[in-house]
């Protein structure tokens, strides 16, 4: 569901209201628009802990299918994790601490941010 | 009964080590004649399971890939001499197209700074890009996880594709992390693995330069998964060990060996292995 897009179908069911000309259709497209989607995922590994880091590895989980990612880094949507939320991704879990327990041990490919829209 | 050891002239200098410790894999391309090649595609057309055991009762295969002179001096130069032949075999024997496989490390992987086996790879087919070569994470031998851990991961900045001519072979640190890469072409992928074992304690009797100077050298790749310097101080640790010099060596911090300076400075760097002193000629 795109909450967007859902907001702006019922203002345009609002204002036909108001106009005496809301259809059945205008009501019907916004019931559509409130069906549940999925939960898109989006992990990304970056270089260090801020969220303006570069991101060095990438998977997109969206429609209820792990989505293919570009093979060249160059090509890929989001080159920090910043440039993901300015798209509206929403981060729902930050890098994990509790790996730097062992100073002298790399853990993991990177600083992981998993993201949802 | 073990198999059969075998020995034969080191051929990587002390740099190519370096190299092979940080990075965790080496490519020798297009090493096999391509009559070899075509003979082993044949036999893996009538031996099209993933255990094709049987080629390693075939001298020819023996001589002309285990024994390799640029493959099994590479190996040589790593494992020591007397080094042990493989005594299994797998074939990853793929029809193309296929998606990419999921990041992994082989099972039985292990952490550690000494190197006692080696995992080998070999292409008897072309294997470019769409035929979905095996894709590696340099420096990730350094990196801890498990692969049940690493299966969400996806495209990593940093992967390199080991697309190659037939004949060519590659070698690697057993936990470094790898998959098949995406293919987009036709036919029968065949990537023949397996395993060299050391029976030997290690010393540096590989191409070794006696005047190689070992002071602040550039060992750290930069890669952005490590903090600074410590893939190559995995790579120097792994090193001495495989110098024999294990005893020698303790990272104690600090800008002492093997952490790199941009400015060089005339003197012998603190921490570095005696044993690693350079020898006046």
């Given amino acids: 569901m795109s909450v967007d897009k859902l907001r702006v179908q019922l203002q345009l069911c609002l204002e036909r209201f108001r106009r005496g000309e809301l259809a059945e259709a205008d009501l019907a497209q916004a019931l559509a628009l409130a069906e549940p989607s999925p939960q898109q995922l989006l992990y990304l590994q970056a270089g260090g802990s801020s969220v303006d880091s570069r991101v060095i590895g990438m998977a997109l989980i969206a429609g209820g299918e792990v989505q293919e990612v570009p093979a060249d880094p160059e090509q890929w949507p989001y080159q920090t994790v910043l440039d993901a939320i300015r798209a509206g991704w929403r981060v729902i879990k930050f890098p994990e601490l509790a790996l730097l327990v062992h100073p002298d041990q790399t853990i993991g490919l990177g600083c992981e941010f998993v993201l949802e829209k | ?281």
């Fill in chain 2, 1 to 281: 009964m073990l198999p059969a050891t075998y020995d034969c002239p080191p051929t990587l200098s002390d740099q190519q080590i370096l190299d092979f410790c940080r990075d965790g894999y080496l490519v020798l391309p297009g090493v096999v004649p391509e009559e070899i090649n075509r003979r082993t595609v044949a036999f893996l057309e009538e031996h099209n399971g993933p255990q094709p055991d049987p080629i390693l009762g075939e001298e020819w295969f023996t001589e002309a890939v285990l024994k390799n002179p640029a493959a099994a001096g590479a190996v040589r130069s790593l494992l020591g001499a007397h080094f042990r032949l493989p005594g299994m075999m797998a074939n990853h024997r793929t029809h193309c197209p296929q998606p990419a496989q999921k990041w992994h490390r082989d099972g039985g992987s292990i952490y550690n700074r000494r190197l006692d086996y080696l995992q080998v790879f070999y292409y008897p087919s072309d294997t470019p890009e769409g035929m979905g070569p095996t894709e590696v994470v340099p420096g990730s031998h350094f990196v801890r996880s498990k692969s049940n851990y690493m299966r969400h991961y996806d495209c990593i900045r940093h992967g390199v594709r080991t697309a190659a001519p037939a004949g060519s072979i590659f070698l690697t640190i057993y936990s470094i992390w790898h998959r098949r890469g995406k293919s987009t072409g036709e036919g029968v992928r065949n990537l023949l693995k397996y395993n060299y074992w050391r029976t030997t304690p290690p010393r540096r009797d590989w191409l070794a330069d006696l005047a190689f100077n070992f002071s602040w050298i550039h060992l750290s790749s930069g890669r952005p998964t490590f903090e600074q310097f410590m893939d190559g101080i995995g790579a120097a640790e792994l090193f001495t060990w495989l110098c024999g010099l294990e005893q020698e060596y303790h990272f104690q911090g600090g800008q002492c060996w093997p952490v790199s300076a941009i400015n060089r400075a005339p003197y012998t760097q603190e921490g570095l292995p005696v044993g690693l002193w350079p020898h006046p000629l």
